[in-house]
């Protein structure tokens, strides 16, 4: 609605000043492309221009901005998505949205819309165990957005039956998401066994010379199998939303 059509409905009196109040504030909102919270700035045209939404780092936030920011990003979108947040800040949050959902593992927290559509397909594979909370990030990234995710961990080369047995799955999805520590070496295998990208995520589990994964991040970054990309350590997050930016294209979206 333009201003001007605002004024002729409060005038008309089908609007109330206060009815006008709120849609001026947006029209506002939408004309700059953000919302000023004067310690923050919440982008509510990033999914106009990159068909994501923004997503909250909770890491490090001070406890009312981060309510504050998450309760305006949820009544913008009607969703809300943070990574990297604490029990605490959960029960925080949950005082005020009850239907937020917490995941110890993966440490997301969020409030997602029943109704979605998921669509294509991406594999999530992890080298050990130990990865799987880096994999949940990157798995639950990828979901949020509308991704249809196959799990497949516990694979890494120290056993490489295991990930022979589950090989059709991998080989059907659109987008590889390989997370592994010590030596990282999975995503190598990875990239000599698929035809799809393989977006390589190496984590700080190993040992003192595996320097907070450090090793596995240079193992990635020297692979000699082609069709590899490599993430930071630990950003489970940066690979689910690469993983569904090549799935969406996969899909014809």
Known sequence: MTLQQILEEVESGRLSAAEAEVLLKKESHETKGYDEMGY???????????????????????????????????????????????????EMILERFPETVFDPVSHILKIEKLEKEYI??????????????????????????????DRVYDVGVSGMHRLFSRLDVIQEANCV???A???GALASVMGGL???????VPTSVGYG???????????MINSCANGIAVVN?????????????????????
């Open 181 to 183: 520590g010590m030596e």
């Open 40 to 90: 923050a700035k919440i982008d509510t045209d990033r999914e106009k221009r990159t068909g994501f939404a923004e997503v909250i780092y909770c890491a490090g936030k001070a406890p009312e901005h981060l309510v504050n920011i998450f309760a305006r990003i949820y009544h913008e979108n009607g969703e809300v998505f943070g990574t990297r947040a604490t029990k605490e800040q959960y």
């Open 177 to 179: 998401v390989a997370v």
């Open 194 to 200: 698929v035809r799809r990208p393989v977006i390589a």
């Open 120 to 149: 294509g397909r991406v594999a999530v594979c992890t080298a050990g165990t130990a990865d799987i909370a880096v994999a949940e990030e990157a798995a639950q990234t990828a979901e949020y957005f509308g991704t249809r995710v």
């Open 209 to 219: 010379a595996n320097f907070g994964g450090l090793s596995a991040l240079l193992t």
């Open 233 to 253: 350590i630990d950003n489970g997050f940066g690979a689910g939303y690469l993983a569904t930016q090549i799935n969406r294209l996969a899909e014809g979206k």
